[in-house]
């Protein structure tokens, strides 16, 4: 009987085929089948995770969209190499008899028999709201609805539906000659339920209760009760107002999940990407895949350099079939229609100062736990706020906080934090960036009129590639217990109140671990490259011949010898290079009859600082190294690694360099062999180092090379001299200090003709005598620094480096009396 009706099934079959097929539309995940280890020479065997003819439909659409081969029912006859079968896994006592069985039985009795199990889940919708109402319960989809309800899933949400293709089962270990037939399909069953149980999870997220009901639970969380109290007795008003109050700023704060708003937003992103991006390069998924599988909760610390950030890493999340994270969202988004919009989408808003409002504190810290324990996927910036340099800035750890203890308060939870790269070939707000590093432009907050007048501008231009890089993910219960091994004992020390030392203290650690992770799974981009290269000659004027063969070293200097195993560059020519990133940099041609000369304007050249802060790093190691050959022609390799390293530690803290730095020598060593492989330096006879020959490409490209962290050196080489200034006094008061560096920085653009605001940044500053205390040259009491006159050997080390001219101005602007009072620069001139 069973077989009449699988034969009549199939006789009827193509007449069904067709109009659901039309109706249905599919996504497959990942977008790069090469993820998944499929062999196409050994049969396979599709396993859905129930029988359901639309999910085989479904599954049949998404092999026809990949080239993969077609799914066909099993009717009792195994996968042959030009025939993949469908099964479903069995239920009940139907496994004693299931193709499932038979396939397992097989395996036993023919020893050379081989399958591939490829795991399918098929999502109708991706709606990870809890069925509250008569339409979610009828249109939702759902793991085993019946065969009507299907209909209407397939019916309400056949446009959007998500194909994911897991890793392939290895058939033979799942086999055992010892045990029977049914004690392996047990076995086999139990791991592919965890399996599909996981991947609804990953790609679903929790299920979602209603915004009303979440805002309720805020209001009845302790901690927020007892600053209701508090607040009440405190503003001697009545409880019932600072409740609603409470309820204003958890209206405030909370996202409102809606499959319309998220399909509305896809269809708009999809266009706009597609207009004014010419791709979106994602790397390293299949490992933030399998960390999403496996993991409970995932929290995405992105670099933050654009607005664009908010839309984009989301939408590649959504479209890889990754569950769409919440993302924190500074209030001054939350302006009329963005707002709501984005809100919808997932995003929650957030005050930049909380000024101590304990109310709203415990509010938001009342969400934030909620997002934890139900193991809500989460995006927000540990830099707060976007980079108006292109450098990664300082990390703000209040909101990494809270949610390090909200995790940490659950010692059965799994959360990885993943760091998360994104560059751009060309960042759209850069000339506003511009502007406010000059003064010329007051940042302010957004608004409707701002969106509307910058769109047009933004939809006539073309800003090249994104590149979005998932960096290795951070186990935050491994990290906790590897740099706080009595975390779980000290838990109870925590309060709504405020962060004892013991976890700012941690919690700086693992931001300081996120900021190097970001950066160590940075790309190298042609543009990126060619600014380098431009920005490094004196008058921003390069030969295109020695521009192609310096693009040409330095890619192959990447490539060969990464920054980090994440790390990636280019890979074609540096003609090919120069044509993607011409159009994009702006550059100018001056013909020549020796060749092209290429240049930009004054003001272009400064835009592309930042695409070369983007990946600067990338090459610290070998541009120190290259420095000190910058002046001379030869080097022994234990005085430049022994010199090289003790510079380290300035330059890993301004950049989030990633070794620690007792590692540092063997990471100079490794850079100083590539540069070797490369021809950036020979070896004299006698085996010292030295320079390439004058006029050849590789002495051009060294030279480009060590201009790099030229602007880098000579700010230490100033703090160094300013400090060894006043080692008389020995001491210096912090705030005026950094003023004097910051003066003295600008005036030497001045002098220098430099238009580069960045450089004389108060921030790298401010990091720079950081870095000093760290290292035992400074040592700081309240505001005062006490000075350690070990500091006269690194100034002098520092200086060494410069050239002649750049020691002479330092020197003299050192001597300037101006400066023992903080005079303002327009004095100075």
Known sequence: MKRFTLRFFLLFMPLLRWPLRTWIKTHVSPSDLGEIALNRDRPICYMLPVASVMDWLAL?????????????????????????????????????????????????HDQGFEAQIVPVSVFWGRNPVQET??????????ERPGRLRKLLIVMANGRNTLVHFGQPVDYRAVLDEQAAPGAMVRKLVRVLRIHFRRQRTATLGPALSRRSQLINSLLADPEVQKAIADGARREKKNVTALRARARSYADEIAADHSNIAIGFMLRVLTWLWH????????????????????KREVIYLPSHRSHMDYLLLSYILYKEGLALPHVAAGVNLNFWPVGALLRRCGAFYLRRSFKGDRLYTAVFRAYIEVLVQRGQPMKFYPEAGRSRTGRLLAPKTGMLSMTVASALANPDASVAVVPVYIGYDRVMEVNRYFDELRGTRVKKGESMGDLVRGSTKVLKRKYGRVFVSFGLPID????????????????SELDVE??????????????GQVMRGINATATLSATGLASLILLGSPQKAVAEDEMIQSMELLARLAREFPYSPDASAPDSDGRAMLAEAEPLM?????????????????????????????????????????????????????????DAAELYPLLASELFLRW?????????????????????????????????????????????LSRIMRES????????????????AGVVERGRFERQCQLMAERMALISGRNSPEFFDSRLFRNHLRTLVDIGLLHQEGNKLHIDPALRHLAEHALRLLGSDIRQSIAHLTSLPQLEDATPVNALT
């Open 133 to 142: 109402s008569l339409f979610r319960i009828l249109f939702a989809d759902a």
């Open 713 to 728: 050196l000579e700010r230490y080489a100033m703090t160094a001299m300013l400090l060894t200034h006043n080692l008389e």
């Open 660 to 704: 620690p730095a007792d590692e540092c020598r063997g990471a100079l060593a490794d850079a100083l062999a590539g540069m070797l492989e490369c021809g950036l330096l020979e070896r004299t006879d006698k085996g010292r180092l030295k320079r390439p020959e004058s006029g050849s490409g590789e002495f051009a490209a060294l030279v480009s």
């Open 60 to 108: 049949e659409a998404g092999c026809a969209e990949h080239g993969l081969p077609r799914p066909n029912l099993a009717g009792n006859r195994p996968p042959t190499v030009r025939r993949a079968v469908v099964l479903a896994v069995p239920v009940g006592r139907n496994r004693q008899r299931s193709e499932l069985h038979r396939l397992i039985a097989r395996g036993l």
């Open 498 to 511: 405020g962060r004892p030392a013991w976890l700012q203290d941690f919690v700086g650690q693992l931001s």
């Open 586 to 642: 702006r550059l100018i041609r001056a013909p020549h009859a020796w060749g092209d000369v290429l240049t930009v304007e004054s003001r272009q050249a400064v835009l592309l600082t930042y695409m070369r802060n983007n990946v600067m790093h990338l090459f610290a190691l070998p541009s120190l190294i290259a420095n000190f050959f910058a002046h001379f022609e030869q080097r022994s390799d234990k005085a430049l690694l022994d």
């Open 476 to 491: 935050l219960h491994d990290f906790a217990d590897a740099h706080l091994p009595d975390w779980r004992s000290r838990m």
């Open 275 to 294: 207009r004014i991006y010419d791709g979106v390069d994602v790397r390293h998924l299949a490992r933030l895949r399998e960390t999403a599988h496996d």
